[in-house]
């Protein structure tokens, strides 16, 4: 089955960088300087603006899930540099920020909360879309397609969850990523759900870990942008 996305994942394997630290950044520098690439972009995202996104399938969870991130890659690249994709807005800038698909103008919020959320319903969404921060699920070197999609999103979830960016266990209990504060409804609507969440995706030592320290004492989350220009010791907020 041909890629359909194979557009994107060129983009991304050029400029995607994968770091011993277990975290992927993206060259925002050399995409900008490069009117080929920030074309082909443009040529990219354009593709979706009269496609036929309205069926739930993995195809469209696919589609929509790299039009959310090109885009988003496509906000940074055009206002880089700045030092976190909330620079200059008081909450951040997904309402702002539309692009024409399926046949309307949606916004990155519409994406997100309106469509991927809304029509698929699954954690695995925010394992999908990267906010270009130091605290997102990684952004994949490679775009979502249908074909292997269960088995990368299962994968993006793996990694997260056994990242200290996904859990962290303390004396004192767990910290862990404040996205399964503002979506625990996402991961079944409680807090005990939200840790037989961690423990399904966990290694075997760390669902051990979670399992014998089973409380949530603090979430956490570092919006400085993931840029391989300026790897560094995140700071918490």
């Known amino acids: 089955m041909p890629a359909e996305h194979a557009a994107w994942t060129?983009?991304?394997?050029?400029y995607?960088?994968?770091g011993t630290d277990g975290i992927t950044r993206v060259d925002y520098a050399g995409w900008a300087a490069s009117d080929g690439d920030r074309e082909a972009l443009d040529t990219y995202i354009d593709g979706f603006a009269e496609a036929d996104l309205l069926a739930r399938t993995d195809?469209?969870?696919a589609a929509w899930a790299n039009l959310y991130n090109a885009v988003t890659v496509r906000h940074i690249v055009a206002r880089y540099p700045v030092k976190s994709i909330r620079d200059g807005y008081l909450t951040g800038p997904w309402k702002d920020v539309k692009v024409q698909a399926g046949g309307r103008e949606v916004s990155l919020d519409a994406?997100?909360?309106k469509i991927l959320r809304k029509t698929w319903g699954t954690p695995e969404v925010h394992y999908a879309i990267n906010c270009a921060s130091y605290s997102c699920p990684n952004l994949p070197a490679k775009a979502w397609e249908a074909a292997s999609l269960r088995k990368d999103l299962d994968d993006a979830a793996r990694a997260y969850v056994n990242h200290q960016r996904g859990v962290t266990v303390t004396a004192k209990g767990l910290r862990i990523s404040e996205i399964y504060n503002w979506f625990e409804i996402d991961f079944g609507g409680s807090k005990e759900a939200v840790i037989e969440h961690l423990v399904k995706y966990a290694d075997p030592e760390l669902a051990a870990k979670i399992r014998?320290?089973?409380k949530i004492v603090?979430?956490?989350y570092d919006w400085s942008l993931n840029d391989a220009a300026k790897i560094r010791?995140?700071?918490t907020q």
Not at 10 to 14: D, M, P, V
């Open 10 to 14: 060129r983009l991304l394997k050029t």
């Open 233 to 235: 010791k995140p700071v």
């Open 218 to 220: 603090r979430y956490q």
């Open 16 to 18: 995607v960088k994968a």
């Open 111 to 113: 994406i997100e909360h």
């Open 59 to 61: 195809a469209n969870f």
């Open 212 to 214: 014998a320290k089973p």
